[in-house]
């Protein structure tokens, strides 16, 4: 199973919006509405942001969105804040036929200008 | 507190074993099924193995098929992999991560993340 395909790094100014894709294959992304994605900054755990394409945990900022269309999801951060510099991972779900259930992407550096 | 934490990490030769264990506390641990979820230095997540809250169900990430086990003592609330014939591509630090319950269902994401524990496979 390869990794999905992310921009290896994404930039903004203070107050812009930035979207982020994740491209999988029929088998993963666009087979299944189950795409999560999660920030990580430097030397701490992942944490999760998005979940099944679009739905935020509880105490996750609005400013976090997600969408998907086909094979491609996609993460947006609208308003865009020093604390969102960080690392960011998209995981498809890849279904139990396969023996191996997820699949993540190859992760993309945000950096706020 | 709501936590887990991975023990067990460190540096083994290649072909060597090394058992990680996390430690889940402050929530129902056998309700939940749990993952591994690996980084290599400087590089991006991989997941590496499932098991459902029972224990009765498992799966592998291809690459570690065969080597690796995983297994839980929900009367411990505790998770284990059990690492065989690792090898240098075995380099990561290793998270254990809680399948994520939003009061409705459970659902395909990781809510709950240890700090991770280091395993270095070098000679």
């Known amino acids: 199973q390869s990794a999905l395909t992310q921009p290896a790094s994404v930039s903004g100014s203070p107050g812009q919006s930035i979207t982020i894709s994740c491209t999988g294959t029929?088998?993963?992304?666009?087979?299944?509405?189950?795409v999560s994605w999660y920030q990580q900054h430097p030397g701490k755990a992942p944490k999760l942001i998005i979940y099944e394409g679009h739905l935020r945990p509880s105490g996750i900022s609005d400013r976090f969105s997600g969408s998907q269309s086909g094979n491609t999801a996609s993460l947006t951060i609208s308003g865009l804040q020093a604390e969102d510099e960080a690392d960011y991972y998209c995981?498809?779900?890849?279904?139990?036929?396969?023996?191996?259930?997820?699949?993540f992407g190859s992760g993309t550096k945000v950096t706020v200008l | 507190e709501v936590q887990v934490v991975e023990s067990g990490g460190g540096l083994v030769k290649p072909g060597g074993s090394l058992t990680l264990s996390c430690a889940a506390s402050?929530?129902?641990?056998?309700?939940?099924?749990m993952n591994w979820v690996r980084q290599a230095p400087g590089k991006g997540l991989e997941w590496v193995s499932f098991?459902?809250?029972?224990?009765?169900?498992?799966y592998y990430t291809d690459s570690v098929r065969g080597r690796f086990t995983i297994s839980r003592d929900n009367a411990k609330n505790s998770l284990n992999l059990q690492m065989n014939s690792l090898g240098v591509e075995d380099t990561a630090v290793y998270f254990c991560a809680r399948q994520y319950y939003d009061a409705t269902a459970y659902r395909r994401a990781f809510d709950l993340w240890g700090q991770g524990t280091l395993v270095t496979v070098s000679s």
């Open positions: 029929s088998n993963d992304v666009g087979n299944y509405n189950l």
């Open positions: 098991i459902s809250g029972g224990g009765t169900y498992k």
């Open positions: 402050g929530f129902t641990f056998d309700r939940y099924s």
């Open positions: 995981c498809s779900y890849t279904g139990a036929f396969t023996f191996s259930l997820y699949v």
